[in-house]
C-alpha cells in the first residue's frame, strides 16, 4: 500500500520525483495511508477549522481553546505567521475564547473570520497575518442634526455613530445599554462596567452632551404604598433637578429629595422626614438616573440597572442596544455586514454566496466613498450565506462536483460519505484521540484534502483519493514497542522487537510473520537492543535501565549467561562492531563514558572511552581507512571519533550543536563515511568522519529533537529516515534535501530500524510496520 502524496519533494502532499514509501506489511492493521502530516501547535483543544488559498497555496486557519488563531502551511506543515488572539478585557485581563473561523476571498484578497467568545468577529488577513477589520452590529441608520448616520455596536458595547456621506466616526459610546426618546430628543444611556454600582449615564445622542448625572441613593423605603428612593440633593444643585425649597421647610429636609420609582417623579419634600424615620427597607438600590427633573434610571446592587419613567416604556418597545442591534441587514437584496478597521474605516462586505462566487465575497466598499447613504434594512440571514459559517451555524456551501462529503459522528470519528447515495466510502477517519470538532476541505496539487479539527490539541490532514482498508489483523505486543534491531536467522532477514510488554519477538522480513516463540520474562523495559553472531549463533544484546547487558538466543528464547555488569550506572545506547574477527559490542553510559565488550569472553576490552564531559547518549559503529571507529554523541553537546582498536579518540571533538546530542548513525555518502547526528536544539547534522569536519548545513526545524534516527541504504544512496511525532521523515544526505514522501504514523514513532534492501522498519505504540522505496 503506497503513501498518497504529490507534488514537491519537501513537500508531505506531494509526490517526490524519487522513491516513496510504500507499506511492505504491518504487525496490525496496516497504517491508513489516507493519513497525512498532523499541524501540531495549539495548546488546547481545536474547536474550529477552515480551509482557503494564499498566493497559490492551500493553507487551514484553526481556532482553539487556548484562545488563538493560527494559519498553517499545508504543503509544509508549518505555521505562516505568528498566532493571533481577541480582545482582552481590561477589567479581568481574560482574552476572548475561539468559537468559529471561517475563510472567504473579498475582492482577490484570502481573510479569514474569527468569532470570539465576546462576540466579536474579526477579519484577518490572511496573506499578511494582520487585523484587517472588526464585525460591527448594525443598530439602525437615522437623521441626527440634519446629517445621514448609521449607528453600530461593537463587540465591546460602544455605539457608534458614523456619518453615512463622509465615513467618518462622529462619536462613540462606551457601554451603550438602550436608546430611547426623551423631549423629543434621541438619547443613549450607558452603564458604566468598571462602576460597582454600574452607574446609569445618558446621553444626546445627536450633540454627545452628557444630560444627567447620577444621585447616590440614602434609603429606598415602602411608604403609602409607593418605593421611594431618597437621594442626598448636591451642593451645586443644577437647575433642572427639581423644585427648590419652600418657606416653610427646615433646613435639614432641603438637604435630602425623594423619587418615586413607579414614575420617575420627584415627590414633595415634606415627606423626606418620614421617608428618613419610617416605612419599611426595600434595600438593594444604589443610584438614581435624574434627567430634567424625572428620574429615568436606577443602579442595583449586584444587578443590571432598570429604567423607569418615561425611560420604561422605551425599554420594553426594544431600547436595549444589543436586542436591536443585528450582525447583518440587507441591502438591494444581499446580505451584508459592516466592519471597522484600526484607523476607523468603516467597509461594507456583501457575504452573500451564489452562483458565481462560492465561498467569495466583495467589498463594496468603504461608507461615504459613493457620496450616496444606502438604507440598511434588516432582514433574514439566509442559508447559505458566509455569515453562518463564520457564526458556527454551518461548514457552507461545498462544491457541487465534490463527490464525497464528511461528516463528523458521535463516536468521535469523521465519516467519508458518498454525496449521492449517502453510503460510506471506506472506513472512518480515525487518528484523534479525543473529540473531533470541526472538517474542512481543500484541494492540495488537485487532490481533495480534509483537515480535522480535534479536542487533542491538533488538527490532522487526509488524503481523499483513496479509500483504505485495514487488511489483515497480526498478533503481535501488547505494549508500546522500545527497539528494534535486524539479523539474520537461518539464513533469512529478520526483524527483532522487544517492547514494554516485557517480550521480544522475531518477525520474518520479507513476510511479518512471526519467527518462533516470543522471549518472554524480560527484566524490565529494553531501551537499547543490537545483534550480533558468537560461535556460528545469532545473539540479541538488550540494555535497560540498569547497567548490565543481557544476552539472548532469539530463536530458542533461552538468556545465555549471566547478565554482564558494564559499571556504568546506566547503559544508554548499544552499537555492534567486528574487532579483530570477534565480535564485540561498544556502550555508551551514564558515566560519560564508552566501553568495548567481547561478546565471546563477556569482558571489557581495553580501558573505557573517556573524554565527554557528560552522559554519553548515542553510540554508532563505522569504518574508517580499513580501522573499526565508533562514533559517540553527549549532553555535553559533541560528537567524538574513537579508534575501536587503540581506544583512543581520533581528533578534537566535532562542535556546532548547541544543545545536547540525542542520536548519531553512521553511513557512506559517495564513498566517503559519514555521521548522522541528531540534537535537542532542533538540527541534524552530517560529518565526514575522513575530514572531522561538518558538510553541508544542518537540517533545521526538528520540533521533536528526542525522535529516533536511522540510516537505510537502498539503491545508490542512503537516506536518513527521522522520527518527527506521528511521522517519519526521510532526508538525502548527499543531496541535502528530501527524500521522499513524509510517511504519517497513529502514534509517535518510538523506534526506527534500517533493514536490507533499503527497507526500514518503524515501530509506533505497540505496532510495526516495514517501508520500502516504491520501484522506479
Not at 317 to 331: F, I, S, Y
Not at 545 to 569: F, I, M, Q, R, Y
Request: net charge negative; with cysteine.
Amino acid at each position: 500500500m503506497s503513501e498518497t502524496s504529490t507534488g514537491a519533494p519537501d513537500d508531505v502532499n506531494a509526490q517526490p520525483d524519487d522513491a516513496r514509501w510504500t507499506v511492505q506489511w504491518a504487525d496490525g492493521p496496516v497504517p491508513d495511508q489516507r493519513r497525512l502530516r498532523p499541524l501540531i501547535g495549539h495548546g488546547g483543544p481545536v474547536r474550529a477549522v477552515a480551509t482557503a488559498i494564499v498566493d497559490g497555496r492551500p493553507v487551514a486557519v484553526s481556532g482553539s481553546r487556548d484562545k488563538t488563531v493560527r494559519v498553517w502551511d499545508l504543503a509544509t506543515g508549518g505555521q505562516l505567521h505568528d498566532p493571533v488572539t481577541g480582545r482582552t478585557d481590561p477589567v479581568s485581563s481574560m482574552t476572548a475564547e475561539v468559537l468559529s473561523v471561517a475563510t472567504a476571498v473579498a475582492d482577490g484578497r484570502a481573510v479569514a473570520f474569527s468569532l470570539h467568545g465576546d462576540d466579536a468577529v474579526l477579519v484577518w488577513d490572511l496573506a499578511t497575518g494582520r487585523a484587517a477589520g472588526e464585525f460591527v452590529r448594525l443598530v439602525e441608520s437615522a437623521v441626527l442634526e440634519g446629517r445621514r448616520v448609521l449607528l453600530t455596536l461593537g463587540a465591546d458595547g460602544t455605539l457608534y455613530v458614523g456619518d453615512l456621506l463622509t465615513g467618518r466616526r462622529v462619536t462613540a459610546f462606551p457601554s451603550a445599554a438602550g436608546l430611547a426618546l426623551l423631549d423629543g430628543r434621541r438619547v443613549v444611556l450607558t452603564v458604566d462596567d468598571i462602576d460597582v454600582d454600574r452607574t446609569v449615564r445618558v446621553w444626546d445622542l445627536g450633540t454627545g452632551d452628557q444630560l444627567a448625572r447620577s444621585l447616590e441613593v440614602v434609603r429606598t423605603v415602602e411608604l403609602d404604598g409607593r418605593v421611594l428612593a431618597v437621594t442626598a440633593r448636591e451642593p451645586d444643585r443644577e437647575p433642572d433637578q427639581g423644585p427648590a425649597r419652600k418657606p416653610d421647610q427646615g433646613p435639614g429636609q432641603e438637604e435630602h429629595r425623594l423619587w418615586d420609582l413607579a414614575t420617575g417623579e420627584p415627590v414633595e419634600v415634606p415627606s423626606a422626614d418620614a421617608a428618613l424615620s419610617g416605612g419599611a427597607d426595600r434595600p438593594g438600590v444604589t443610584t438614581v438616573t435624574v434627567v430634567h427633573g424625572r428620574a429615568v434610571a436606577v443602579g442595583l446592587d449586584g444587578e443590571e440597572p432598570r429604567f423607569i419613567g418615561p425611560l420604561a416604556l422605551a425599554r420594553q418597545n426594544g431600547a436595549l442596544v444589543r436586542a436591536r442591534a443585528r450582525e447583518t441587514a440587507v441591502l438591494d437584496g444581499r446580505t451584508v455586514a459592516l466592519t471597522v478597521e484600526a484607523d476607523g474605516t468603516q467597509r461594507i462586505w456583501d457575504l452573500t454566496d451564489d452562483g458565481q462566487r462560492v465561498n467569495g465575497m466583495r467589498v463594496i466598499g468603504a461608507l461615504g466613498a459613493s457620496g450616496t447613504a444606502p438604507a440598511f434594512p434588516p432582514g433574514p440571514e439566509q442559508d447559505g450565506d458566509l455569515w453562518h459559517r463564520i457564526s458556527g451555524r454551518g461548514n457552507g456551501p461545498s462544491d457541487s462536483g465534490d463527490p464525497v462529503l464528511l461528516t463528523v459522528e458521535q463516536d468521535d470519528t469523521v465519516v467519508v460519505r458518498d454525496r449521492a447515495t449517502g453510503k460510506p466510502v471506506g472506513p472512518p477517519l480515525t487518528g484523534h484521540t479525543g473529540k473531533v470538532w470541526d472538517v474542512a476541505t481543500t484541494v492540495v496539487d488537485g487532490r481533495p484534502v480534509a483537515v480535522t479539527a480535534g479536542a487533542d490539541h491538533t488538527l490532522r490532514t487526509w488524503d481523499l483519493t483513496h479509500t483504505h482498508g485495514s487488511g489483515p489483523a497480526r498478533t503481535g505486543h501488547t505494549g508500546t514497542v522500545s527497539a528494534i534491531t535486524t539479523a539474520v536467522v537461518g539464513g533469512s532477514p529478520v526483524v527483532v522487537t522487544a517492547a514494554a510488554d516485557r517480550t521480544l519477538r522475531v518477525w520474518d522480513l520479507a513476510t511479518g510473520q512471526q519467527v518462533g516463540d516470543p522471549v518472554t520474562g524480560l527484566e524490565g523495559e529494553v531501551t537499547a537492543m543490537v545483534t550480533s553472531e558468537v560461535d556460528g549463533r545469532p545473539v540479541v544484546v538488550t540494555a535497560g535501565s540498569g547497567d548490565t547487558l543481557h544476552l539472548l538466543d532469539p530463536v530458542g528464547g533461552e538468556h545465555l549467561g549471566e547478565p554482564v555488569a558494564t559499571h556504568h550506572g546506566r547503559v544508554l545506547a548499544l552499537a555492534g562492531a567486528t574487532l579483530a574477527g570477534r565480535p564485540v559490542v561498544v556502550t555508551a553510559g551514564a558515566d560519560r563514558t564508552a566501553a568495548i565488550w567481547d561478546l565471546a569472553t563477556r569482558r571489557p576490552v581495553g580501558e573505557p572511552l573517556t573524554g565527554h564531559t557528560s552522559r554519553v547518549t548515542a553510540v554508532a559503529t563505522a569504518e574508517l581507512a580499513g580501522r573499526p571507529v565508533a562514533v559517540t554523541g553527549s549532553w555535553d553537546k559533541t560528537v567524538r571519533l574513537w579508534d575501536l582498536t587503540t581506544g583512543l579518540p581520533i581528533g578534537e571533538p566535532l562542535t556546532g550543536h548547541t544543545d545536547w546530542v540525542t542520536a548519531v548513525a553512521t553511513t557512506l555518502v559517495e564513498g566517503r563515511p559519514v555521521a548522522v547526528s541528531r540534537s535537542r536544539d532542533k538540527t541534524v547534522r552530517l560529518w565526514d568522519l575522513a575530514t572531522m569536519r561538518e558538510t553541508g548545513a544542518p537540517l533545521t526545524g526538528q520540533t521533536d529533537p528526542n525522535g529516533p534516527v536511522a540510516v537505510t541504504v537502498g539503491g545508490a544512496r542512503p537516506v536518513v529516515a527521522i522520527g518527527q511525532g506521528q511521522a517519519v521523515r526521510f532526508w538525502d544526505p548527499a543531496a541535502g534535501g528530501g527524500a521522499g514522501n513524509e510517511y504519517a504514523l497513529p502514534l509517535p514513532a518510538g523506534a526506527l530500524a534500517s533493514a536490507p534492501g533499503g527497507r526500514l522498519v518503524v515501530a509506533f505504540g505497540p505496532e510495526l510496520t516495514v517501508l520500502c522505496p516504491a520501484a522506479g
